[in-house]
């Protein structure tokens, strides 16, 4: 069951955009979801849950869900724990900002040299790749080039 589910606590705003909402990509989605103070987060049922991580944000309106759907897919995939991160570790709360805005492998225990969280995420930099905190974002470990052969 495809669904995304807004989470309406926050107040109603009384400006009114007339425009229909739309993204041709991806990446556009995801740029509006950071700009605008969103952030996703993937329920134990699977449903993806849009809220407004903002005091006074605005709120999460049909027209948003629908302009989003069309990632649903995507959202759900890049929001699961990758392959390797501990199952008793809980996601940190923007575990959507680094989600949506880096590729991210896989995980494995690891304590953060500087604040001590478990875990280490290996992200895809295309050219390089880097063991990275998911807590703080300090590097866990240097940098490992990305060599791809052409053939």
Known sequence: MMALQKVDTMRISSQKDTSPLTFKDFQEAVSWI?????RLRLRSDGVVEVCHSLPGGRPVTQEILDALTPFYREFKRRLKKPRGWPRNVELPKWWSDMALGFK???????ECPECGFSVAILVDFDMWNEWRCPQCGVIAEPCLPNVKTVS
């Open 104 to 110: 991210i492998t896989r995980a494995r225990a690891s």
């Open 34 to 38: 950071l700009r605008g103070g969103y």
